[in-house]
């Protein structure tokens, strides 16, 4: 089981210590987060979706331009054009990035942000509504001839599109989402399963109600796992933890000057942000050293937990999780631009040669059992 890492381009720079400033497109900024990723040797770089960001698809062509071997992963949210259209943006995106694009499935959480955009659909309809979007998104980049669809919320009558991606069968689905309703087509549809940065405990246990959730299709084995963290790394423990503290205290200060910012206007409703808080009350510290600070003081919003230490110490926390299962890693920092940088020279290297040692050991073990 390789490992794959994934980082983040936003559309300008900000993260929980830094305000948004200037143009909210911002394209040398983008240019080079995605250029360092490349540089440090990341896999694939999320490109997020809100009701309030820049169009992704746009952004996501850019970063193709700019970059050789980077892979893209666009967020994308089920419900505001026509699947038959987006399987057809999406398949073309994959021919202008040369087969390095994936997608992420969000089918949204939280009401008043879809509601921001129009939709105004019950969370587990919203659930019902991505299944179908899949289903008929599926057949139009694999249909070699022309088919109809009438279900629930979509109806296509003689549908066959010219562009089909370049990768096969299809692109990869990433997909997220925590609820019972999530799982469930998570267990249909999903390549790539993404959780939160949750305790060992609370990986386990959704990593088995998604293959749970996929064994009725056939696919208990089909599911990658990938994982969301904030690595805070130094060259000593103690200087970790010293970052961390530091970065609360700036984070705290941009929540008291822009509470609109970082933190939730009222408690979060969707399942993910849920499983984060009730981590985050048990302690500052989750395990060994999953630390909830920012979790606690933004309520969750987002990717939001960390691995505080040096590098060695956070390789052999990640390696914990490898174990459990998780083979892919998004991570980003909080100062957006030095930290991809910094985990492709200081981290990536480590992990990739932990996971190396970790596949020859279980090849070894596989090899004594058959020659037993």
Do not use: C
């Not at 911002?26 to 040797?41: F, K, L, R, S, T």
């Not at 000593?236 to 941009?254: D, G, K, M, N, Q």
């Amino acid at each position: 089981m390789s490992v794959e890492f994934i980082g983040y381009v936003s559309h300008q720079e900000s993260s929980e210590i830094h305000l948004p400033q200037g143009s909210a497109v911002n394209p040398p900024y983008i240019a080079a987060v995605a250029q360092a990723h490349e540089y440090g040797g990341f896999d694939r770089v999320l490109i997020a979706h809100s009701s309030a960001s820049p169009d992704g698809f746009q952004i996501a062509s850019f970063v193709a331009q700019q970059t050789r071997r980077l892979g893209i992963l666009l967020a994308h949210r089920p419900g505001f054009v026509a699947p038959t259209l987006a399987a057809r943006q999406l398949a073309t995106l994959d021919h202008f990035s040369a087969g390095r694009t994936a997608v992420h499935i969000i089918s949204g959480g939280d009401d008043t942000e879809q509601q921001r955009d129009g939709d105004f659909l019950e969370h587990d309809d919203r659930y019902k509504r991505t299944d179908e979007y899949l289903d008929v998104v599926k057949r139009s980049w694999t249909s070699e001839t022309p088919f109809d669809h009438e279900g629930t919320f979509y109806r296509v009558k003689g549908h066959r599109s010219l562009v089909r991606p370049v990768q096969k069968p299809h692109l990869p689905v990433y997909f997220g989402g925590s609820s019972e309703a999530a799982i469930q087509v998570a267990g249909k549809h999903a390549d790539v399963f993404a959780l939160w940065g949750e305790s060992l405990a609370q990986v386990a246990e959704t990593i088995e109600r998604v293959r749970a959730a996929a064994r009725p299709h056939g696919r208990e084995n089909a599911i990658r796992f990938s994982l969301s963290l904030r690595p805070i790394i130094a060259s000593t423990e103690e200087a970790a933890w010293a970052r961390a503290e530091s970065i609360l205290a700036r984070a705290t200060e941009v929540v008291k000057s822009n509470p609109n910012f970082t933190r939730r206007p009222s408690e979060p409703k969707n399942v993910g942000a849920q499983r984060l808080l009730a981590e985050a009350a048990k302690g500052t510290v989750v395990d060994k050293r999953l630390w909830t600070g920012i979790t606690a003081l933004t309520k969750a919003a987002g990717n939001s937990t960390s691995l505080v230490g040096t590098p060695e110490q956070v390789t052999e926390a990640l390696i914990e999780y490898y174990r459990l299962g998780i083979s892919t890693f998004l991570i980003r920092g909080f100062d957006p631009l030095e930290d991809a940088l910094g985990y492709g020279r200081d981290l990536l290297p480590l992990v990739r040669a932990a996971v190396a040692n970790e596949d020859s050991k279980a090849s070894a073990k596989e090899l004594e059992a058959v020659q037993a």
